[in-house]
């Protein structure tokens, strides 16, 4: 009985996961964290941001990810630095690898709409970003 119950379980679970293919359509654009989910369960909550990640991807599936930082008046400043990336879909899991002169390491999606995005790091980390919404001052 114990075996069915696992096997039942793990076809639900199959059948509920997501196309990664399906979440590459959300990656584009201005990113907050809203969260970060400790390996240990733990949680730390962002109520303000001084910078956002800026991504871009093409449609050869590589791209860049940036740190921005917005201003009052909707614009953004920003250096020269950025990350390199490219998207892979490797055992079900789109995968996004980063490169800079200094390191490479991965990053797996877990999730992505047009409001939320959930990756998980190497170490077990978890990220939750929420879509950016610029600062909008009324003059």
Same mark, same amino acid.
């Given at each position: 009985?114990?075996?069915?119950? /696992?096997? /039942?379980? +793990?076809?639900?679970?199959?059948?509920?996961?997501? =196309?990664?293919?399906?979440?590459?359509?959300?990656? *584009?654009?201005?990113?907050?964290?809203? @969260?970060?989910?400790?390996? =240990?369960?733990? !949680?730390?909550?962002?109520? &303000? *941001?001084? #910078?956002?990640?800026?991504?871009?991807?093409?449609?050869?599936?590589?791209?860049?990810?940036? !740190?921005? $930082?917005? +201003?009052?008046?909707? %614009?953004? #400043?920003?250096? =020269? =630095?950025?990350?390199?990336?490219?998207?892979?879909?490797?055992?079900?899991?789109?995968?996004?690898? &980063? %490169? %800079?002169?200094?390191? *490479?390491?991965?990053?797996?999606?877990?999730?992505? %709409?047009?409001?939320?995005?959930?990756?998980?790091?190497?170490?077990? /980390? $978890?990220?939750? &970003? !929420?879509?950016? @919404?610029?600062? *909008?001052?009324?003059?």
């Amino acid at each position: 009985m114990k075996k069915y119950t /696992i096997l /039942i379980f +793990s076809l639900i679970l199959l059948s509920c996961s997501k =196309d990664p293919n399906s979440l590459i359509k959300h990656l *584009n654009g201005y990113w907050e964290i809203d @969260e970060v989910i400790m390996a =240990d369960g733990s !949680k730390r909550e962002y109520t &303000y *941001n001084d #910078t956002v990640d800026f991504l871009s991807i093409s449609d050869s599936l590589t791209g860049f990810r940036k !740190k921005m $930082k917005p +201003s009052f008046d909707g %614009t953004y #400043t920003t250096s =020269d =630095d950025s990350e390199s990336l490219s998207l892979k879909i490797e055992n079900d899991s789109l995968h996004m690898y &980063y %490169t %800079t002169p200094f390191a *490479n390491w991965k990053e797996t999606v877990l999730d992505a %709409t047009d409001e939320k995005l959930l990756i998980i790091n190497e170490q077990k /980390i $978890k990220y939750l &970003y !929420k879509r950016f @919404e610029p600062i *909008n001052v009324e003059k």
